[in-house]
């Protein structure tokens, strides 16, 4: 049974950087797409950022182009989301999710992933 653990997510300045990581246990990541998305209050969950099975293929939301870079490490079952030049706005609850195929969808809806961590909270204040 999938389950996934995020870390790293806490409390920084505007314009700082946080690293986000995913860790998987029981199945391996190397054969799924895995996403990040956030959940702010009162606001609907969103995806963030989505990578392929074998890095090979990443997408962003618009708002987070270039400042954020998702990268995985299969030989230890552990994606990652490095986050920099936050903004207040970027303030939620970041979870990771995993898809039980190979690539990324498109939109990144929260129904094509099956799989989800308890989530991390990332604040960044003013």
């Known amino acids: 049974q999938w389950q996934l653990v995020e870390s790293g997510g806490g409390l920084v300045q505007a314009g700082g950087s946080l690293r986000l990581s995913c860790a998987a246990s029981?199945?391996?990541?190397?054969?799924?797409?895995v996403g990040w998305f956030r959940q702010a209050p009162g606001k609907e969950r969103e995806g963030v950022s989505c990578i392929s099975n074998n890095g090979g293929s990443t997408n962003y939301a618009d708002s987070v182009k270039g400042r954020f870079t998702i990268s995985r490490d299969n030989a230890k079952n552990t994606v990652y989301l490095q986050m920099n030049s936050l903004k207040p706005e970027d303030t939620a609850i970041y979870y990771c999710?995993?898809?039980?195929?190979?690539?990324?969808?498109?939109?990144?809806?929260?129904?094509?992933?099956?799989?989800w961590g308890q989530g991390t909270q990332v604040t960044v204040s003013s």
């Open positions: 029981g199945h391996t990541l190397d054969y799924v797409a």
């Open positions: 999710a995993a898809r039980g195929l190979r690539g990324c969808p498109a939109p990144m809806s929260t129904e094509y992933f099956g799989a």
